[in-house]
């Protein structure tokens, strides 16, 4: 299921405190830390800092190319300047003024927002998710002579390419202003500064270069068309892209040539219809052009090097639906915010217990390495107090009016894999799909029941699953994309671009119910974490990303550690957390599927009468369907140096062609009253050279299994 159709939310009574008031310091006080290295923080297109007023450009298809009924928009009605917003024009047509930017400084000073508002207004949410250190704003084009806004029309017929069309509105600008217009309003910065220096600015301190700092073009078009103004059967433009296409002049002034286009600004070609999403675009596009950021959580569908994919918080698609909010790698890397603790295996305080406060409040964060991985962090935020950018704007209720219902407030938490450094830069391609998070309900095994058209979801066809065991590593949870042959042709469809599928067919729905029951997946209804130790063996579980090679149809394996983590939460709102890298036990009775390996240096220990089974997954994990499955058997390696302690009375059970295989040099440890179960096709393997301590009272029964181990183990164990 993709988006949901229009639906008119409630309003909320409540009066949203003016953000500009509650960073009085923040934009002249506090500074971010400059120097002459390359970093992200200098941003790409522009540096996320200081003032930035974008021109933004609305272009109209002449009327005689337009069908009345064909090519007619609510949001956008033909012979309209400008799209609308309960019917009024989101473009005030005697000041100028657009409702979702500021366009003059002003402006923080004076408006309210009640019920909302707040959401209708990108100035105030970049000024939020910066601490006060960005201040953007946006102004339409205007009359050279009235002063007055305009639209740009266009004739498209003929005109095929997006490059084409961007190059026509450019050329009827510099048609229609004078050559000597006075573009200053618009050139404040030193354009693309490529994260080498700093370009952020003032406007009482401006250092112009001739070019139009940022440009947003908002084309009237709708991909769907059919046939297309253009003359096409359909266009084959592009929803949005990042940069303002091609460099052209359009005007002079006595340091020469006024530029516009290049990489400072987006293109929108397709107009939507809620005008969240409209804004929810434009944070997407803007966050390609300065801060190179990689498409995540579930935006495009692009899965990058992964099979699974799930919904998130960040500048990537999540404005309308799930959180409107900027997740902390995010505004780490463009430099908004510091990381308030970052632990690692070196630096960590064993019985230390970390801090951490409301995550827009005050800024703070924890990023904590995960063990036994390369450049994998998970990071955690605090969404206490009660804060707009904590909740969504949209999709608040069904088509019948009944709420939606999700839990989000409270510790949230994702890993990372884009970037660990901010001298580590363009990860677009690299960090694809680099966001997984933790999902506090944790991972089951959901199986399909059936697709379904339901009136609730304005007639929509949604997702109906079945939740099965327990399956922390293996599973999904409620907000992950649901992998499945939808299409009955043996394999899973799929994009590994970095733009993501790009309108071609995916195989995957969001899950929106659950035995027939409706959830809303994709807004994340159970996202928060529980307040209890947090582990390899905890569901939700502290687990690496695992790569998935589509030409070898194979998954990397989820790779252990003794890493734990214990959030408490305190009666103010701030969370104790406490952090183990010593910590591999398993506590409680725990289920392991898939790819497994038990890595050098690294002892795990099932605690007193606790059972681990070890069995086949019921979650796809395969992109081929071999003998009508798409279910691979489990497989946990415990590599040499690798050590796995079974304390007293703690049974693990093989099951289902699962296999459990210790090498040479790894060391095994089965205290008295063991219990190991091998059946249904499973195996267990211990290979000559591993290092064991077992005590006699141990215990092996084979049900249909297979067991291989070397005569001195054998002599010990009853069997």
């Known amino acids: 299921m993709e988006k949901i159709d229009e639906f008119i939310y409630p309003l909320i009574k409540y009066i949203i405190a003016l953000l500009f008031l509650s960073f009085p310091a923040f934009f002249f006080a506090q500074q971010t830390d400059f120097n002459n290295n390359k970093s992200s923080i200098y941003g790409d297109s522009f540096t996320p800092k200081g003032d930035l007023r974008a021109l933004v450009i609305y272009v109209n298809f002449k009327e005689p190319a337009l069908n009345s009924e064909r090519h007619e928009m609510t949001h956008w009605p033909i012979g309209s300047k400008f799209p609308v917003y309960y019917g009024k024009s989101v473009v005030d047509e005697r000041t100028g003024k657009l409702i979702w930017a500021h366009q003059d400084p002003s402006d923080f000073q004076t408006k309210t927002y009640f019920n909302n508002d707040i959401y209708l207004n990108l100035s105030e949410f970049y000024y939020a998710m910066s601490q006060g250190k960005f201040r953007f704003y946006a102004e339409v084009l205007k009359d050279p002579i009235t002063n007055k806004p305009i639209d740009i029309n266009i004739n498209p017929k003929g005109i095929t390419s997006y490059g084409e069309i961007v190059e026509k509105v450019y050329h009827k600008i510099a048609e229609i202003f004078p050559q000597d217009y006075d573009w200053s309003r618009f050139d404040n910065i030193q354009n693309n500064p490529s994260f080498e220096f700093n370009s952020s600015v003032s406007f009482d301190n401006p250092q112009p270069d001739n070019k139009i700092d940022y440009v947003i073009l908002n084309f009237r078009n709708d991909n769907r068309w059919s046939p297309h103004p253009n003359g096409q059967i359909k266009s084959n433009w592009p929803k949005a892209i990042a940069g303002a296409g091609i460099e052209k002049t359009i005007g002079r002034n006595s340091r020469g040539d006024i530029k516009i286009g290049g990489k400072s600004g987006i293109r929108i070609f397709f107009s939507q219809g809620k005008i969240y999403e409209r804004i929810e675009l434009i944070i997407h596009e803007m966050a390609h052009t300065f ?263 194979k998954m990397a394996p989820v790779i252990l550690h003794s890493l734990s983590i214990h959030p408490k939460k305190m009666n103010n709102g701030i969370y104790r957390i406490s952090i183990n890298y010593e910590d591999g036990k398993i506590d409680n009775d725990f289920r392991m599927t898939g790819n497994i390996v038990l890595p050098a240096g690294v002892k795990i220990i099932l605690e007193k009468k606790k059972k681990l089974k070890i069995n086949k997954s019921k979650t796809y994990n395969s992109s081929k369907s071999i003998n009508g499955s798409f279910i691979k058997n489990t497989n946990f390696l415990v590599e040499n140096e690798g050590t796995f302690q079974f304390n007293k009375k703690s049974t693990i059970i093989l099951n289902e062609n699962s296999s459990l295989i210790f090498k040479k040099g790894s060391h095994l440890i089965l205290e008295k009253g063991v219990k190991i179960i091998v059946k249904n096709g499973a195996t267990l393997k211990i290979e000559e050279g591993v290092l064991f301590d077992i005590d006699k009272k141990v215990e092996i029964s084979i049900f249909d299994g297979f067991i291989d181990i070397p005569d001195s183990i054998r002599n010990l164990i009853k069997i």
């Open 291 to 553: 801060m190179n950021n990689p498409h995540t959580v579930m935006a495009n569908k692009a899965s990058g090097d992964y099979y699974y994919y799930n919904y998130g918080w960040g500048l990537m698609d999540s404005f309308s639906n799930f959180m409107p909010l900027a997740n902390s790698w995010e505004r780490w890397y463009a430099g908004w915010i510091n990381i308030t603790h970052d632990i690692n295996e070196k630096n960590y305080v064993k019985k230390k217990q970390y801090l951490l406060k409301d995550y827009l409040e005050f800024g703070q964060t924890m990023r904590i390495k995960l063990p036994n991985t390369e450049n994998e962090y998970i990071w955690l935020e605090n969404h206490q107090l009660n804060n707009p950018y904590y909740k969504r704007p949209d999709l608040l209720v069904d088509a019948f009016g009944d709420s939606i219902i999700t839990k989000q407030k409270g510790l949230v938490g994702f890993i990372e894999k884009i970037a660990p450094s901010r001298e580590e830069l363009y990860p677009f391609s690299r960090g694809t799909n680099g966001i997984k998070i933790i999902y506090g309900k944790g991972n089951y095994d959901y199986t399909f029941k059936e697709l379904k058209e339901e009136a609730y979801a304005w007639g929509s066809e949604i997702l109906d699953v079945k939740k099965e065991d327990v399956n922390a590593y293996g599973g999904q949870h409620e907000a992950s994309f649901f992998r499945y042959d939808f299409n009955d042709n043996d394999k899973i469809e799929h994009a590994k671009s970095a733009n993501g599928a790009r309108g071609n067919y995916i195989d995957g729905y969001n899950i929106i119910e659950v035995d027939g029951k409706p959830i809303w997946g994709y807004v994340g209804p159970n996202l928060t974490l529980p307040n209890k130790k947090l582990s390899a063996f905890s569901n939700p579980p502290l687990t690496n990303f695992q790569k998935f090679d589509w030409r070898k149809d």
